[in-house]
């Protein structure tokens, strides 16, 4: 990191030396960070208009119901076994996340800094609905308060909706202890001549993040994580919905 350095130099008392303080600047932003932050606020503004128009003719009580059956699906698409009252992370967990499904067998903390958006301005979500969960709000990249760690991880569609995705990689790695389960799925490009066009420009508005599978290999190895199984869980045009299921080794 660039860092410029103010000096100042101040008579000490009786001490016949001068003493040296330093005074570090901020480091300014570069444009190509500026652009990634201002990428991400789109997506999370762009995000939250998402929902609303999604649900906007559904009932809640029937969408909630149809989501648990989803969840459940996909984790026996998965061979994914719960474990009662293990502690586990929903992160990115949107207003009807996998916690909805979990929180009456696994001790569920759940993170997503869209969580007062969703509470103000989508009928399904309430967390007072979920007093079994511990909800925080705030952005994968951020630590959360408690020195915490999991038992198991469930990242759903969310690691390519971050402003960093390295730093967001790396945080959901230092919740894991050696044998850490964990699920990550996201969007995946499917054609390796159309990523960089899409990492320069905004094709895909809601995701700032566009990276192909094996970017996705290799970041989790590199971080300790042994891949067990990878699913293609919906093909379309451009992008591979898939998901990984992973095991921390340390």
Known sequence: MGKRELTRLLNNGDDAYPKLVVVP????????ERYGKARWKLAQYLEGKWWQRYLKNKSPEAYLADKRRYWQS?????NWETVKGRQVLDAGCGPAGIFIHLRSVEQVVALDPLLDTYAGTLDIFDQGNYPEVSFYQQP????LPEDLKFDAIYCFNAINHVADWSTALDQLTAYAHP????????DVHR??????????????????????PEAYRTALRQRGWIIDSEMVL???AIFNYTAWTLTFQG
Not at 74 to 78: A, C, M
Not at 140 to 143: A, N, T
């Open 234 to 236: 919906r093909e379309e």
């Open 25 to 32: 600047t901020l480091r300014r932003m570069t444009l190509s």
């Open 191 to 212: 054609h390796a001549w159309l990523l960089p066009i899409f990492k320069a420009l905004p094709g895909d508005a809601l995701h700032p993040q566009q990276h192909g």
């Open 74 to 78: 996909l984790l026996d698409d998965l």
């Open 179 to 186: 044998g850490t389960r964990m699920i990550l799925s996201s």
């Open 140 to 143: 994968l990249e951020q630590r």
